[in-house]
């Protein structure tokens, strides 16, 4: 299965800007400054984030031989927990690489965002039924 967007650019490519704006009106604004640990917890709850400005450094453990892989994630990156469509931080540690924003997505606006953008939501993997 081919991977989900890793950007925002590449999940709303070719979208009219009034139509990218509203499918961003129920996204939720976060600010961390630089060395703020962004709170991944997979209890609380499914959610994508993009990175509006600024960046982020992403540590994930590997399990087989206790190396570490880091990246960093500028702008429009998109990363969370939402396993069903390609994307998990289980495990991982999120911080501010620099003074930055984010916009959270939760499951239910994406869940909002596939059911209006059919064309758009297709470039996720679809969920597993339950």
């Given at each position: 299965?081919?991977?989900?967007?890793?950007?925002?650019?590449?999940?709303?490519?070719?979208?009219?800007?009034?139509?990218?704006?509203d499918?961003?009106?129920?996204?939720?604004?976060?600010?961390?400054?630089?060395?703020?640990?962004i709170?991944?917890?997979?209890?609380?709850?499914?959610?994508l984030?993009?990175?509006?400005?600024?960046?982020?450094?992403?540590?994930?453990?590997?399990?087989?031989?206790?190396?570490?892989?880091?990246?960093?994630?500028?702008?429009?990156?998109?990363l969370?927990n939402?396993?069903?469509?390609?994307?998990?931080?289980?495990?991982?540690?999120?911080?501010?690489?620099?003074?930055?924003?984010?916009?959270?997505?939760?499951?239910?606006?994406?869940?909002?965002?596939?059911?209006?953008?059919?064309?758009?939501?297709?470039?996720?993997?679809?969920?597993?039924?339950?």
């Amino acid at each position: 299965m081919a991977a989900p967007p890793a950007t925002l650019l590449e999940l709303l490519a070719g979208r009219p800007a009034a139509e990218v704006i509203d499918l961003m009106a129920g996204w939720l604004p976060l600010a961390a400054a630089a060395g703020k640990a962004i709170p991944i917890d997979p209890a609380s709850g499914e959610m994508l984030l993009v990175v509006r400005r600024g960046a982020l450094t992403v540590v994930e453990a590997n399990e087989g031989d206790g190396e570490s892989a880091v990246r960093t994630c500028g702008p429009g990156a998109l990363l969370g927990n939402l396993p069903d469509y390609g994307y998990s931080l289980a495990g991982a540690t999120v911080t501010a690489a620099a003074d930055t924003e984010l916009l959270i997505l939760s499951r239910v606006m994406v869940e909002q965002l596939r059911r209006r953008y059919p064309e758009v939501a297709s470039r996720w993997r679809q969920p597993s039924p339950q």
